[in-house]
């Protein structure tokens, strides 16, 4: 199903209305243990509402690794605001130092990742501490991007089909954008970089190509469709950070916030790593 583009007029009517849906900061956290399960969450727990040190919902998603499942912790933040009500810097200092112990004083697990949700918008100081650390980063999700998700989970949205002759046109047509450069026989791994990656604003490394890495570097030259840059890889040496250009230049970030996922093929030349669209 294609899902026609909204105004920003149409957007800023639905915000609203989803803003209203809620008469307390209680109701929104609640709402978005649905919400977070439709997006794949798994163990989605919303935390008792006073003195949950600034963790309104725990979450996890799991995944397979080398060493069998790898399962990563999500700390989330939720905060019912009106529109032009912000979130500013300070309050993603407060959730990066609240997630660091849990109720009892406990240092948490390592392996987790903070989640800020809002109805409103975050200021561009608050986008900046979200990102400043690629090593532990703040995925932010604002009143436009929850209204995107809403859209493609079906979720507080009903739909009249409308009749697209130029869609089964196009399913007629061969698609003839091949890179001619590139043998697609060539490649060691085809991967999708997903919208949680381009929130998250890094590059997951496929196991295969992790696996030929040398274990004693910490930058790696990385050509992405064709622009060169060395990039930083994490402790865990999963992903690489950096590469919110990349997003940005190729179509995955846009200027409105929308993340679009897109398959890419890897491989390793010499001591490069050579990633390209699909």
């Given at each position: 199903?294609?899902?026609?583009?909204?105004?920003?007029?149409?957007?800023?009517?639905?915000?609203?209305?989803?803003?209203?849906?809620?008469?307390t900061g209680r109701e929104f956290e609640i709402f978005l243990n649905s919400f977070l399960c439709a997006l794949g969450f798994e163990e989605v727990v919303t935390t008792q509402?006073?003195?949950?040190?600034?963790?309104?919902?725990?979450?996890?998603?799991?995944?397979?690794?080398?060493?069998?499942?790898?399962?990563?912790?999500?700390?989330?933040?939720?905060?019912?605001?009106?529109r032009t009500n912000k979130v500013q810097p300070k309050?993603?200092?407060?959730?990066?130092?609240?997630?660091?112990?849990?109720?009892?004083?406990?240092?948490?697990?390592?392996?987790?990742?903070?989640?800020?949700?809002?109805?409103?918008t975050f200021t561009k100081a608050a986008l900046t501490e979200a990102s400043d650390n690629p090593n532990m980063p703040v995925i932010t999700i604002d009143g436009v991007q929850l209204i995107q998700y809403c859209i493609e989970k079906g979720i507080g949205f009903n739909y009249k089909p409308v009749f697209s002759k130029y869609e089964i046109i196009?399913?007629?047509?061969?698609?003839?954008?091949?890179?001619?450069?590139?043998?697609?026989?060539?490649?060691l791994v085809e991967r999708e970089i997903t919208k949680n990656d381009i929130r998250a604003k890094i590059l997951v490394i496929p196991q295969v190509i992790k696996n030929e890495l040398p274990s004693n570097k910490e930058k790696y030259q990385v050509v992405f469709n064709g622009i060169e840059k060395q990039l930083n890889i994490d402790k865990s040496r999963r992903y690489f950070g950096g590469?919110?250009?990349?997003?940005?230049?190729?179509g995955l970030l846009t200027t409105d916030g929308v993340f679009v996922s897109k398959k890419a093929k890897w491989k390793i030349n010499s001591d490069k790593i050579i990633v390209n669209l699909v």
């Amino acid at each position: 199903m294609t899902i026609l583009e909204l105004t920003r007029e149409e957007i800023d009517r639905y915000i609203d209305e989803l803003y209203s849906c809620f008469n307390t900061g209680r109701e929104f956290e609640i709402f978005l243990n649905s919400f977070l399960c439709a997006l794949g969450f798994e163990e989605v727990v919303t935390t008792q509402y006073v003195g949950d040190k600034g963790i309104d919902l725990t979450c996890i998603k799991s995944g397979i690794d080398i060493n069998g499942t790898d399962t990563i912790n999500y700390y989330v933040q939720a905060k019912r605001y009106a529109r032009t009500n912000k979130v500013q810097p300070k309050e993603i200092r407060d959730l990066k130092g609240t997630t660091k112990r849990d109720k009892n004083g406990n240092i948490l697990n390592s392996n987790y990742i903070n989640v800020f949700i809002t109805t409103s918008t975050f200021t561009k100081a608050a986008l900046t501490e979200a990102s400043d650390n690629p090593n532990m980063p703040v995925i932010t999700i604002d009143g436009v991007q929850l209204i995107q998700y809403c859209i493609e989970k079906g979720i507080g949205f009903n739909y009249k089909p409308v009749f697209s002759k130029y869609e089964i046109i196009a399913l007629t047509q061969t698609n003839q954008t091949i890179n001619v450069n590139i043998s697609e026989y060539d490649y060691l791994v085809e991967r999708e970089i997903t919208k949680n990656d381009i929130r998250a604003k890094i590059l997951v490394i496929p196991q295969v190509i992790k696996n030929e890495l040398p274990s004693n570097k910490e930058k790696y030259q990385v050509v992405f469709n064709g622009i060169e840059k060395q990039l930083n890889i994490d402790k865990s040496r999963r992903y690489f950070g950096g590469v919110t250009d990349f997003y940005k230049k190729f179509g995955l970030l846009t200027t409105d916030g929308v993340f679009v996922s897109k398959k890419a093929k890897w491989k390793i030349n010499s001591d490069k790593i050579i990633v390209n669209l699909v």
